[in-house]
């Protein structure tokens, strides 16, 4: 098992990836959209997608956006998505995609990496947690839905 950073040219197999991820958080299959959506994202340069390969498939990838703290003047991460494919999960391929994802914002001089999941998915919260984690109880977190 391999990570790398993707690029457009693993356009197909994320894709293809990216679309069972948003089906696990119960939304509609969308080949095509999900194509497009990372399609843009590899063209704008707005996010960074580290894969992981099992020979010469594809089986897991995370996405990170890049923000930034004010107070600190520093580069944040937030990873934003993080998957395996169901037939290659407990084999530490998550793990090796979450120290990438370290070593990526270590080496960008980044002040922290931000996550949030579910609240029942206790399988991440344990991954998390296991590499050093530590749940927000200093802040509350909000978010405002526009159409």
Known sequence: MK??????????????????????????????????FLKNRFEYCDSIIFAARDGDQIVGFTQLYPSFSSVSMKRVWILNDLFVTFSHRNQGIARSLMAM????????GAIRISLSTQQSN?????????LGYEKDEVFHHYSLRLQ
């Open 101 to 108: 994802a370290k070593q990526y914002a270590e080496e960008t």
């Open 122 to 130: 206790h399988v991440a919260q344990a991954l998390y947690e296991s």
């Open 3 to 36: 990570v790398f950073l993707a690029n457009v040219e693993h356009l197909e197999a994320l894709s293809m990836l990216f679309d069972q991820y948003r089906v696990f958080y119960q939304q509609s299959s969308d080949l095509d959209g999900a194509r497009l």
